[in-house]
């Protein structure tokens, strides 16, 4: 009888253990998906930039230097290692797009130019797709460090799970 009720508390505490671990395997995972949605719309951002940057060059309303910081910007977005660093270096970015289009709606022939609206609805359209991506990183991001904290998970999370960074790029949307 003793032996018996030994066995069911640890069976019990097996299976407590297994699932928590399979819950921090599971949070992890969605984790790792919602970031892989925001690094492609990302990348798709970082295409579109050295286009806006050719269809804008030779305004007066664009100054060089807003041309050089739009690409200085993107190119120190693709360097980006962690959902931290990214967040600090597209924020950067979506100023430096904003700067340019806000130039660009300076001067009447880029702002009526079909290229330059093409350009301003597609980052328009990934901005929207970044921040409700972004949106949904942080709540599982946050599932995932609150579970890490709570027992038996914090026993577990020596075994291969460190807490998730947040992203936090800012509004990413563009004018």
Do not use: C
């Not at 019990?12 to 790792?32: K, M, P, Q, T």
């Not at 093409?118 to 797709?129: F, G, N, W």
């Not at 409700?132 to 942080?138: C, G, R, T």
Request: net charge positive; glycine share 4%; charged share 20%.
């Amino acid at each position: 009888m003793k032996l018996g009720i030994l066995f069911a508390v640890v069976f019990a505490a097996l299976l407590w253990i297994v699932g928590s671990y399979s819950r921090l395997a599971r949070l992890r995972n969605e984790l790792l998906e919602v970031w892989r949605a925001i690094d492609v719309q990302l990348k798709r951002r970082h295409d579109v930039v050295p286009n806006l940057v050719n269809a804008v060059r030779g305004s007066a309303a664009v100054d060089r230097e807003a041309l050089a910081a739009a690409m200085n910007a993107r190119a120190s977005a693709l360097t980006a290692t962690g959902p931290a660093d990214a967040a600090r270096k597209e924020a950067r970015l979506a100023q430096a797009i904003a700067t340019l289009l806000a130039a660009a709606n300076a001067d009447a022939a880029l702002a009526s130019s079909e290229t330059v609206r093409t350009l301003r609805d597609e980052l328009s359209a990934v901005a929207q797709k970044i921040d409700v991506a972004q949106q949904s990183y942080n709540d599982i991001a946050m599932r995932f460090n609150a579970a890490l904290r709570t027992f038996p998970s914090n026993a577990l999370a020596a075994f291969g799970f460190a807490p998730a960074e947040p992203f936090d790029a800012g509004p990413v949307g563009i004018v």
